[in-house]
T-cell receptor, first 114, second 114 residues
Framework: DAGVTQSPTHLIKTRGQQVTLRCSPKSGHDTVSWYQQALGQGPQFIFQYYEEEERQRGNFPDRFSGHQFPNYSSELNVNALLLGDSALYLC?????????????FGEGSRLTVL | GENVEQHPSTLSVQEGDSAVIKCTYSDSASNYFPWYKQELGKRPQLIIDIRSNVGEKKDQRIAVTLNKTAKHFSLHITETQPEDSAVYFCAPYNYGGATNKLIFGTGTLLAVQP
């Protein structure tokens, strides 16, 4: 049973560029949440996708956008990258729009913005 | 809840000692209280959770206690071992609420000295 998979694992971008991160949820899960984790901090909620719609959003600017596909996989897009966007981006999957049990996290995509 | 604090931020104990981490939240409607463990360079993983109709839950060396009146819950680890060294996050949540976001606390770095 495959867990949550994310790609790429590491990437380096320069300021102003755009990046797309990808996530495949755990088998049987239909909800994907994205988190940003800066070094030494807790995961910060970006947004949640369920039934191909953004259901909830954290305090992140519109430069952060996402998408969910019919197979429940998801993408996180960040435009006009800033140095402060450097972080580990975690994808977490669950079943149903409400988190009633464990969130299963992927290993993350580490983004470095130079 | 939207405002989540953990104390202490760092905790160093000797192997075999007990460790207690407290999580304070602001949303009185929170009804699900998980604790996640994140080892260095790895994904967060659920270690124990409790729901609002229960005051205490234990799983071997790990326990969680809940005080809904005071709006805090605590993680207790007994007979600590070096492999317990990690960052621990609480994430109080209101499932079924309008604000459907799992918000993580600031984290507690636990170091277990052999």
């Amino acid at each position: 049973d495959a867990g949550v998979t994310q790609s790429p694992t590491h990437l380096i971008k320069t300021r102003g560029q755009q990046v797309t991160l990808r996530c495949s949820p755990k088998s049987g899960h239909d909800t994907v949440s994205w988190y940003q984790q800066a070094l030494g901090q807790g995961p910060q909620f970006i947004f949640q996708y369920y039934e191909e719609e953004e259901r909830q959003r954290g305090n992140f600017p519109d430069r952060f956008s996402g998408h969910q596909f019919p197979n429940y996989s998801s993408e996180l897009n960040v435009n006009a990258l800033l140095l402060g966007d450097s972080a580990l981006y975690l994808c977490a999957s669950s079943l149903g729009v409400y988190v009633t049990g464990e969130l299963f996290f992927g290993e993350g995509s580490r983004l470095t913005v130079l | 809840g939207e405002n989540v604090e953990q104390h202490p931020s760092t905790l160093s104990v000797q192997e075999g000692d007990s460790a207690v981490i407290k999580c304070t939240y602001s949303d009185s409607a929170s009804n699900y209280f998980p604790w996640y463990k994140q080892e260095l360079g790895k994904r967060p993983q659920l270690i124990i959770d409790i729901r609002s109709n229960v005051g205490e839950k234990k799983d071997q060396r790990i326990a969680v206690t809940l005080n809904k009146t005071a709006k805090h819950f605590s993680l207790h680890i007994t007979e600590t071992q070096p492999e317990d060294s990690a960052v621990y996050f609480c994430a109080p949540y209101n499932y079924g609420g309008a604000t459907n976001k799992l918000i993580f606390g600031t984290g507690t770095l636990l170091a277990v000295q052999p």
